[in-house]
């Protein structure tokens, strides 16, 4: 559980990094570092030997006595600080042989080295480089013929230890150690601190989302930084905020749904009272029962309404697509109406324009939302008042649309229509009509839109084809 948090597992990132990069630079990085410096150490010494040599020449030439090639040899070796040795070329029964002639160090057995150079510059006549290890530890050398004519003489070698580069670095290796060492010791001092900090914002965070989670909105984000998590502070403030509102918009449907309920049970409790009145003569009595059924009528729609709307918000409701005709549709619906249009004393005019409309969607509840809006244009309107019910096909959508003839919704209205429980008038709706109408239509990908014209006002479904 511990080794798993953020905050360790940070930590052993950063000393994890940190550990590999002073690995690499310690066993790759080193290693190269010394062939470098050997390679350019060799590359001054044969500069040395080129500008050098041509001295030692100049004296084997001239056939000069071996003490003046000596002296000659022990000059150039003291102002160029390498040892010196010249070697004498010649032809043996098993090809070249090579004998030290005259060597600047006296102290040193001079038997013990090789002289491997020499012997390559002597075959080739050009400059040879290379190493030996000698009793004093790695010599670097660069051998340099020198000519007799066409064939090579002698042969002058320049031998300087390359102790000091192994010196060098070896204390370039132990000042990576001891950097690699401190850095350590940061990357775990700095990794904890840096991720005790990402840790303690994280958990303030986290304690915010349980609070919100418990259904308390007043937890704070703090968004103190311009980070991720900052930026995650600030998408959490606004998800409370939203949860809240959506809270606040549930409280509100149920206070307006449980008043909506009590209003006509009171009045039902009331007339019931009166009915029980033994002296209430019949006539009495028959309206009292009549508006009694009423009552009930009204509070079966609104409860059915209820459920339908809580199906909807909660996605629950099925809906059972099928091929339809939209045109056929629109004709069984409006003639359910008849009666209604009859008493409003309203003309219904259908515009079907003549070809069949098909769609796939759920026939039962596109005319749920005819319903809604044929209701709506006879209830909202003076008695009188016409309408066109119109089906058709445009753009690869299918829509039907209830037009009517009425004084349109008021300005200030018209963005509340959708609302539940929103009317605007006294024609005692339940307002839940257009709320319900709308989540069917998003429900079934479609649309529901309002023109509040007055004289036309239309609403029209639209839905994909
Ligand atoms: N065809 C219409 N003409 C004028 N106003 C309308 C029309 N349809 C809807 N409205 C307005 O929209 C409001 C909400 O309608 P609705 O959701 O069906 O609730 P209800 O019909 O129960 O009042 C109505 O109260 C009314 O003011
Ligand atoms: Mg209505």
């Known amino acids: 559980m511990r080794l798993r948090s953020l905050r360790t597992r940070l930590t052993l990132l950063f000393f994890g ?48 006595s071996n003490r003046r ?45 090789q002289f491997e150079v020499a012997e390559v510059a002597a075959r080739t006549g050009r400059p040879a480089a290379g190493s030996e290890s000698s009793a004093d530890g790695l010599l670097g050398q660069v051998a340099r013929p020198i000519r007799d004519g066409l064939t090579v003489s002698r042969v002058a070698v320049f031998s300087d230890p390359l102790a000091d580069v192994q010196g060098n670095v070896g204390l370039i290796r132990r000042q990576i150690l001891v950097a690699g060492g401190l850095g350590l010791l940061l990357a775990l001092v700095g990794g904890f601190l840096v ?7 994280v958990k303030v965070l986290e304690e915010g989302a349980d609070k919100v989670a418990r259904g308390d909105f007043t937890a704070t984000f703090p968004a103190d930084q311009d980070d991720e998590l900052g930026q995650l502070a600030r998408a959490l403030d606004d998800m409370q905020r939203q949860l809240g509102q959506l809270e606040s918009a549930r409280k509100r449907f149920i206070a307006t749904a449980s008043h909506e309920l009590r209003t006509p049970i009171f009045s039902l409790g009331g007339f019931l009272e009166l009915l029980q009145d033994e002296e209430l003569d019949d006539d009495t009595r028959r309206q009292f029962v ?51 249009l009859d008493k409003h004393d309203s003309h219904l005019e ?50 039907l649309a209830v037009r009517d003839g009425g004084p349109g919704i008021r300005s200030d209205a018209i963005a509340r229509v959708f609302e539940p429980f929103f009317t605007s008038d006294d024609a005692q709706g339940s307002g839940l009509g257009l709320a319900i109408a709308r989540e069917l239509a998003e429900r079934m990908d479609g649309s529901l839109a309002v023109d509040p014209t007055p004289g036309h006002t239309t609403f029209s479904l639209e839905l994909p084809a």
């Open 17 to 64: 990094v940190t550990l590999v990069a002073v690995t690499v630079v310690f066993f790759y990085v080193t290693p190269q570092l010394e062939s470098s410096l050997r390679e350019q150490k060799l590359r001054s010494l044969a500069e040395t030997a080129e500008a050098f040599t041509p001295l030692i020449a100049d004296v084997v030439r001239d056939n000069a």
């Open 350 to 399: 259908l515009r079907l324009g003549g070809q069949p409309i098909q769609a796939v969607c759920d026939p039962e509840r596109v005319a749920q939302v005819l319903r809604i809006l044929i209701d709506n244009a006879l209830t909202h309107t003076p008695a009188g008042t016409d309408m066109v019910v119109t089906a058709a096909r445009e753009n690869g959508a299918v829509s």
């Open 290 to 340: 009549g508006v009694v059924r009423e009552q009930v009528d009204r509070l079966g729609k609104l409860a059915t309404d209820l459920l339908d709307l809580s199906r909807l918000e909660a996605g629950s409701l099925e809906l059972r697509p099928e091929a339809t005709d939209l045109g056929v549709l629109a004709r069984t619906v409006t003639a359910e109406f008849i009666p209604a």
């Open 195 to 201: 991720s005790r900090t990402i840790a303690r914002r």
């Open 69 to 113: 090639i000596d002296q000659a040899v022990v000059s150039v070796a003291d102002r160029t600080s390498t040892r010196v040795t010249l070697l004498s070329v010649g032809d043996g029964t098993q090809g070249l042989q090579l004998a030290v002639f005259s060597d600047s160090t006296t102290q040193v057995e001079i038997e013990d080295l």
